[in-house]
């Protein structure tokens, strides 16, 4: 059996942002592998960390032929990230964008519905600025 049938969806890359996070310098492939207990292959990882970094939730640096991997800024804004990503994504495999967003504001609690229309009205606030 393998261990990726076994394993929620999402917890790798939980599993290695936290690595990530606790670490004290950028970590190459090979020491993230390392770091991470079970039966999981070289490649597996690589393409863990590739994804973390082009959802944004990562920065990394060549060293020689190789890269090392850092979290993108506090672990709060790392989550938020990959959360957006999660988000985006299933907004964008459905066929009813409108019917989805409505359900979604639906069921907010008021002081979330407050807080989205508060970052959409900065949000649309700074493209306004930034077209000038």
């Known amino acids: 059996m393998s261990t ?3 394993r929620p969806r999402g917890a790798l890359e939980r599993q290695v942002l936290a690595c990530l996070a606790i670490a004290d310098h950028p970590l190459s492939v090979g020491e993230v592998l390392a770091d991470l207990d079970g039966d999981l292959a070289y490649t ?3 393409t863990t960390l590739t994804r973390l970094h082009s959802k944004g939730a990562l ?3 060549q060293v020689g032929r190789a890269y090392t991997y850092a979290v993108a800024g506090d672990a ?3 989550g ?3 959360t957006a990503q999660r988000m985006r994504r299933l907004l964008e495999a459905g066929d009813d964008r409108a019917g989805v967003l409505t359900r979604f504001v639906a069921g907010l609690r008021p002081e979330d ?3 989205l229309t508060d970052v959409l009205a900065a949000t649309e ?3 306004h600025t ?3």
């Open 44 to 46: 597996t990882v690589m």
């Open 113 to 115: 519905e407050q807080l």
């Open 76 to 78: 709060r804004a790392m």
């Open 125 to 127: 606030h700074t493209e």
């Open 59 to 61: 920065v990394r640096e």
């Open 80 to 82: 938020s990230s990959v």
């Open 4 to 6: 990726r049938a076994t």
């Open 130 to 132: 930034e077209q000038r």
